[in-house]
Every structure is written in C-alpha cells, then in structure tokens.
C-alpha cells in the first residue's frame, strides 16, 4: 500500500485541490480498516507533524488527517476522513445541477439581498441625444417653399419704434 | 432690405426670443397702428399665442438659418422657441401695417431664411388642423449610460422620472424606457393646443406601427390673451375658451417650471414695462417712465432712469408670489392700463396663487429647460464589497447549469449524482455542494456566464 502525504492549503470544501510535494509511504496493511475513515499507525514516522492530506492508492481515495495519536514510542495512530470532492472532482463537474448561487454564473436580473444597499443615493441624468426632428402633420393641401425674415434682437425695437413713430405722423398728416 | 413685395400673406416671420413682448406691446398700442375700424382690439386677431419647447429654426454649417417648411393656412410670427399665430381674418396689408409699414431701409441685420424640406404628412378625417410635431430620441444605447444591467436598475430600486419641458417631472417605469424611447411633442398650430406624449418603439429606427405610447397630456399653455372686446370669431371663441378652461388646469402647470420661468419672463416683460411705462422700455413714444423706489417698493414718478431693468426680476422659480404682488403694486399705480394687461395679471397671480412648483434639480439650468431630461436615482453600492461578496458568496444564479462552466463560489440547489461510490459518499457531497463549495479553476478557464432575462446562458468575453 502506497499512502502520498501532502500538505494542502486549499479550503477543506473546495476541489480539486492544488497539491504538490507529495511524501510517499510505502507499507502494508496488518489489520482491518475502514475505507472511508481509515485508522492506520505508522511506526517510526508521524505524518501529521508535516501533513495534513493523503491519499492512499489502495482505497483509490483522498482524505483529509482528522487526528492522530502517540501509541508508544515512534508509533503514531492516525485518522483520515475522505475528501470526497476531491475523490470525485472530475465525476462531479460533469454534472447538471440547479444552482442557487454562483461566482461566475448568474443571473444579474435577480435581485441579491445579500448585497447591501446603502441609504445614499445618486443620481444620474442624461438628455436627449437627437435634439429634435420636426414634422408637419396637415389636414389639407401644403404650399411649399414659405421663406421666413428673422430680425436681429437689437434690430427689432427700432423698429417698432420707427413703426410707431411713422404711423403716428402719418396718422396727424392724414 | 425688406420691402412690401417680399412679405406674402402666408409668410411666417421670426423674431428674437425676448421680442415677442415688443410684438404683443404693439399689438397693444394706443397709438392708431390700427384699423381701428375694424379691429378695436389687438387681441381681436389673435386666434392663438403659445410658446413651444423647442426651436424651428436651425443653423448651418456656414451659419446660415434654416426653418423647415411651415405649412400654414395662417399667417403667424415665429419668434424662436415661440409662435403667435394670427387668424385668417387679418390681411396681408393689415399684418404688414403692423409691423413693417415705412420700414422698408430701416431695418438692419434681417435675414431671409430659406425653408428646408421636412416630412409633411397629410391625414384624413383632420378638417381643420395643422400640426407641427417635434421629437426627442431617446436612444437606447444613450440610455444604457444610466443603467447598471442588472436587478438594481427595476423601479423598485431605481427611480426614474422625466423632465419633460412644459409639463414638469414625471415618473417612468423601467421597462417602458429600457430600449428606448421617443417623446413627441405635438402642436396644434390652429387651435393652439400641444399634447406631449412618450412612447417607445419596438424598433430602434422610429415610428413603426408597433409603438406602444403610454404617457400623453395636453399643454394648454399659452400666452394670456384677453377675452374681453374684439371680434369674437368662431375660432377664437374657442381657442379662448380653451386658454381659459387651460387656466384651470393650470393650477398643475406650474409644475412647468421653464415653461413657467419662460412664461413669467415675456409676461413679467409685458407688464412691468407697458403697465408702469406704457409702452416698451425704449421710450416708445407717449410712453412714461416711473422709477421703483427698492426699500418701499413704491412707483415714483420721476420720469427719470428706466425702472424696468432696476426691478431685476430673476427667473426664481419658487418665488413667484412675490413676483406676482410687485406686479399687482406696478398695475395700481400706472396710468397705462388696458384689459389685455388686467387680463394677463389676473391669470398670472392665479397661477402663482393655486400652483404646485416642483423643487428643481440643482442640476437643471436655463439650457435644460426645453430639453427633456431622463434622471435615475439610484442607490449606491458600494463596488469593492460587491465585488468581495461575489467571491465569497456568489451572484443568483437560480438555473440549471453544468457544472463544468462553474468556477469560485457554487451553491447547488438541487442535483441528482450518479457516481460509483458509497451511500455514505454520495450523501456527503450532497450535503457540501447545497452547503456551498468552492471551484478551484482560474477565470481564464472558466469565464464568467451571464444569464439573461429569459434564462438563456452566454459567456462573457473578457
């Protein structure tokens, strides 16, 4: 039986694990052993010192170290509980399933009340990006072609002065 | 140089923008610029006067003025963002009288515009008006500029509300505005009402016949014109009788705040200037001149400075009751009264006196006054802790997704596992996937998926 230690940093729920520097133990096992949360002692070597993750090429399992215990004199006993996303990482990715939440796949439609919203506000504003068209809607004939006089702001009161003033006189000539 | 032959009976005439308080003062002169045997009141001729939220006139690249094409069965006085319309009834000659008579060679800086051709549309069933219809587009890729994509940009969260010129501010639901949307302003140039409506097209390119309008109201607001004396034709009956039924309504019209400023400023003009002057403040001639005294607020007359600029009365938009009491004080105390100006007056304190004007942004300028503007007040989220939260807890997914899209952050909501493995391995890895689990694959392998409104699945490029 070949038992590789390794020491994991990865969260415990995440997979698959990023694991390298692998320790590699070679022994036999004496006596009976649970597959899932095997308990193996190791003479002359206490694992758990230096690692806390292995995996064991009989069982064809990960598994986290849960605990270890001095037997006696350079015998340690030591506990292991399978990681079984990482056991079956690659199995499970082929899944489909319905998913809640998700870091990259989501719906941004739907509203997240996990996101706090805070009492300031803001205010964004925009203007009409066509200033405007302009139709004309008749109910009968048109005549086309209506030229238009604009007179200039300064222009406009001597003229009506003048308008005013030259009626006037011609109103007392008359 | 103008001269008689160049002005036809349908022309339309353009004037600055503060001139059309010099055009009514002379419409309103006692001077015998009139026929008066047939007009014994100025306002006899007036079928309607109303101000509109956007401008005919454009310009060139060289500079040169364009309006479009103005088809009229009435002659009318265009004074940029303004119209007064004039009924049938007067003549070219008497139209002319007015304004022009023996000022061929005495007016300066006068450009003749040329017309440009804009679509014209004939509608049956319309026996007797004419429109002129302007819009503002709202596109869809401006508006995205607002929006943040996602569940915040809802009317639950969000809200927004239109400016739109002569009306006020009015709230708007997401999804009418989300793709777009057009705001149309319509005049009725004979009967001298405008309606605004909002609506959006189901297609980007305008008008088709799957426009769903859902905003609409009617801008009786026009210039006060008197409805005492004249000819009471059949179209300014109504058309009289409308402004008035408008100043009813009106009480909601102070709400259009430029509207407002714009309507107080050629009012507060016309009667400063013709009730404490008689006449325009450039000493029209009989006109005379009295002087404020700014601690009493008293008319003296002293026939000395003009008082009309001392007044300095600001286009505030909340305090239109005191504009309206000076304004009443200058009535009682000038010898130059006539009942258009009564009549103006009394409309004007109606308003001030009844009205609702909304609290402005403090963002809104002059500039924005004939502009629509769509504002979106939103909450604030704070981008940093969001963008934290997504790696520690996820974004909604709530859909069916194959895990091997999936990196960070996954929490299962329901899966059905089929693997070679124990009871007991099997209900373990149930339980951490619907507890929330952790994919350790880089974004480059997994890139981010977005699921759209209708559930359909699409990757994000980066």
Redesign the interface.
């Given at each position: 039986m070949n038992i590789t230690f390794y020491k994991n940093t990865?969260?415990v729920?995440?997979?698959?694990?990023?694991l390298s520097d692998g320790h590699l133990v070679t022994g036999a096992l004496r006596s009976e052993c649970d597959v899932?949360n095997p308990i193996i002692e190791f003479s002359g070597f206490n694992p758990a010192l230096d690692y806390n993750y292995a995996y064991i090429d009989k069982f064809r399992r990960y598994y986290f170290i849960t605990g270890s215990n001095a037997v006696r004199e350079d015998v340690t006993e030591i506990s292991f509980h399978?990681d079984?996303?990482q056991?079956?990482a690659d199995?499970?990715?082929?899944?489909?399933?319905?998913?809640?939440?998700?870091?990259?796949?989501?719906?941004?439609?739907?509203?997240?009340d996990?996101?706090?919203?805070?009492?300031?506000?803001?205010?964004?504003?925009?203007?009409?990006?066509?200033?405007?068209?302009?139709?004309?809607?008749?109910?009968?004939?048109?005549?086309?072609?209506?030229?238009?006089?604009?007179?200039?702001?300064?222009?406009?009161?001597?003229?009506?002065?003048?308008?005013?003033?030259?009626?006037?006189s011609?109103?007392k000539s008359s | 140089m103008?001269n008689q032959s160049?002005f036809?009976t349908?022309?339309?005439?353009?004037?600055?923008?503060?001139?059309l308080a010099?055009?009514r003062?002379?419409l309103w002169?006692q001077?015998?610029?009139f026929d008066e045997s047939k007009y014994n009141n100025p306002s006899t001729f007036i079928l309607s006067a109303y101000i509109l939220p956007?401008s005919?006139?454009s310009k060139k690249a060289d500079g040169s003025?364009v309006?479009?094409?103005?088809?009229?069965?009435v002659p009318c006085v265009?004074a940029a963002d303004r119209i007064l319309a004039f009924s049938s009834a007067l003549t070219f000659n008497e139209w002319f009288?007015?304004?022009?008579?023996?000022?061929e060679g005495?007016?300066?800086?006068?450009?003749?515009?040329?017309?440009v051709n804009?679509?014209?549309?004939?509608?049956n069933g319309?026996?007797?008006?004419?429109?002129?219809?302007?819009?503002?587009?709202?596109?869809k890729?401006?508006?995205n500029?607002?929006f943040e994509?996602?569940?915040?940009d809802?009317s639950t969260?969000t809200s927004y509300y239109l400016f739109l010129p002569y009306i006020g501010y009015v709230d708007v639901d997401y999804f009418n505005i989300r793709n777009g949307f057009i705001?149309e302003y319509?005049l009725d140039v004979t009967h001298g009402i405008m309606s605004c409506s909002m609506y959006r097209s189901e297609y980007e390119n305008g008008l088709t016949s799957e426009e769903k309008r859902f905003y609409s109201t009617s801008i009786n607001i026009g210039i006060p014109i008197t409805i005492t004396g004249g000819d009471l034709s059949i179209d300014r009956n109504r058309t009289l009788s409308r402004l008035s039924a408008a100043a009813n309504f009106a009480s909601g019209a102070l709400s259009l705040i430029p509207g407002l400023g714009a309507i107080s400023n050629s009012v507060r003009t016309t009667q400063t200037s013709t009730v404490r002057s008689g006449g325009?403040e450039?000493?029209?001639?009989g006109s005379r001149e009295t002087k404020l005294n700014k601690k009493t607020g008293r008319q003296v007359t002293t026939n000395t400075s003009k008082t009309t600029s001392e007044t300095t009365i600001e286009p505030t938009y909340t305090d239109t009751s005191r504009k309206s009491t000076q304004q009443t004080v200058y009535r009682n105390k000038s010898a130059v009264i006539n009942t258009g100006v009564n009549a103006i007056i009394d409309y004007w304190n109606f308003q001030s006196g009844t009205g609702h004007v909304y609290d402005i942004?403090s963002?809104t300028n002059w500039d924005?006054s004939t502009?629509?503007?769509?504002?979106?007040?939103?909450?604030?989220?704070?981008e940093s802790?969001?963008q934290s939260?997504?790696?520690y807890?996820?974004?909604?997914?709530?859909?069916?997704?194959?895990?091997?899209?999936?990196?960070?952050?996954?929490?299962?909501?329901?899966?059905?596992?089929?693997?070679d493995?124990?009871f007991?391995?099997i209900t373990?890895?149930e339980e951490?996937?619907m507890?929330?689990?952790?994919?350790?694959k880089s974004?480059s392998e997994?890139?981010?998926?977005?699921?759209?409104?209708y559930?359909n699945?699409s990757a994000i490029s980066e």
């Open positions: 990865d969260e729920a995440s997979f698959p694990k990023n899932l399978v079984v996303l056991t079956y199995k499970i990715l082929q899944h489909e399933a319905f998913v809640n939440r998700s870091t990259n796949v989501y719906n941004p439609w739907i509203i997240d996990k996101i706090p919203l805070y009492q300031n506000f803001e205010v964004k504003s925009i203007k009409s990006n066509h200033y405007h068209n302009i139709e004309f809607v008749k109910s009968k004939g048109f005549t086309p072609g209506t030229p238009f006089y604009e007179f200039n702001l300064e222009s406009l009161p001597i003229i009506l002065n003048t308008a005013a003033a030259i009626k006037s011609s109103v | 103008l160049e036809a349908l022309n339309t005439y353009m004037v600055g923008i503060d001139c010099q055009i003062n002379s002169r001077d015998g610029l956007f005919l006139v003025k309006m479009p094409n103005y088809m009229s069965e265009i009288n007015i304004f022009f008579t023996g000022l005495m007016i300066s800086n006068v450009f003749k515009g040329e017309p804009t679509p014209i549309y004939e509608v319309y026996s007797d008006s004419n429109s002129i219809v302007a819009k503002y587009v709202f596109s890729s401006i508006i500029g607002i994509n996602d569940y915040t809802y969260i705001i319509s325009n450039l000493n029209v001639s942004d963002n924005s502009t629509p503007i769509l504002y979106a007040r939103k909450p604030k989220v704070i802790t969001k939260l997504i790696e807890q996820g974004r909604p997914t709530n859909s069916t997704v194959n895990l091997s899209v999936c990196r960070g952050y996954l929490q299962v909501g329901a899966i059905h596992l089929n693997l493995c124990t007991d391995e373990e890895i951490l996937l507890g929330g689990v952790v994919i350790n974004k997994r890139p981010d998926h977005v699921l759209d409104m559930g699945l």
